[in-house]
């Protein structure tokens, strides 16, 4: 089938995805080319979110001392003081009050949306991150979610899971930061392995942000190996769990 008139080098995706590896050790004392992180995080910025409300924050550390502080926040993970730079891709909790007027008029004075739409979005998202005076609506999404799930369909509701939700929109971000990169000759390594309280203090992130993933940015040292993936079929399910192609 033709594409709608997008011309997407699709072999040259494919080999950017299989060239990004996971990177632990960084030529020290080599900087990243002008201009390269605005880029990387303005491709970023451009990863889809939940009701377009743009949770990812980024925090770049570039400063040796900052960087000192960041990796003893990791485990001790030394890559992120080889790299030239590290981003530490952080979500708001409180996105839905920070954001949706600001997306919604930008969409609407765009023209991607209507007026119709943007009453929808605002009962929707009013719904499904408000928490009420003292907490009452959480309490009664959380409880009442699962009760409400016997008589009708109920999504995941951010208000409740607020983290999950966050980390899916901030881990979409970061991929995109990652291909950026590969696309660019430059080396990430995605970590999870950090204190996220430590973190917060190292870069004074405030409690209302959550630390989702840090990555290290810069050129590789070395060969690097890649890690191997199991088989398509192991993981791919054809029309329902457990179905394989044309059965
Ligand atoms: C969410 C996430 C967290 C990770 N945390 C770490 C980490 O803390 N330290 C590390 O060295 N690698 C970390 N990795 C890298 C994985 O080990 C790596 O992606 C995996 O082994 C596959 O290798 P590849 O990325 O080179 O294909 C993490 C990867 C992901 C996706």
């Known amino acids: 089938m033709e594409s709608e008139g997008i011309d997407l080098d699709v072999k040259r995706f494919d080999e950017i995805v299989r060239a990004r590896r996971a990177v632990r050790r960084f030529k020290e004392g080599v900087g990243l080319p002008e201009g390269a992180m605005e880029a990387m995080l303005d491709a970023a910025r451009w990863a889809p979110s939940g009701y377009n409300l743009q949770p990812t924050h980024f925090v770049v550390v570039e400063d040796a001392g900052t960087k000192e502080a960041l990796m003893k926040a990791?485990?001790?993970q030394t890559q992120i003081v080889q790299a030239p730079a590290t981003v530490v891709f952080v979500g708001d909790r409180d996105v839905a009050r920070a954001h949706l007027k600001k997306v919604l008029a930008a969409d609407l004075a765009n023209g991607a949306v209507d007026e119709r739409y943007c009453a929808f979005m605002r009962k929707q998202v009013?719904?499904?991150?408000?928490?009420?005076?003292?907490g009452f609506g959480w309490f009664w999404k959380a409880f009442g979610g699962p009760v409400g799930k016997l008589f009708r369909q109920v999504p995941s509701i951010?208000?409740?899971?607020?983290?999950?939700w966050l980390a899916k929109q901030m881990m979409l971000s970061a991929m995109v930061f990652m291909l950026a990169a590969t696309d660019r000759g430059l080396a990430t390594c995605p970590m999870e392995g950090f204190d996220e309280g430590k973190v917060r203090k190292a870069l004074g992130i405030p409690r209302r942000y959550v630390v989702g993933l840090v990555t290290p940015v810069g050129y590789a040292e070395g060969e690097i190996k890649g890690r191997s993936r199991l088989g398509l079929d192991e993981l791919t399910h054809w029309g329902r769990w457990g179905g394989r192609k044309n059965q």
Do not use: I, N, Q
């Open 74 to 76: 990791c485990m001790d």
């Open 126 to 134: 009013k719904l499904s991150f408000g928490t009420g005076p003292c």
């Open 158 to 164: 951010p208000a409740v899971e607020r983290r999950y």
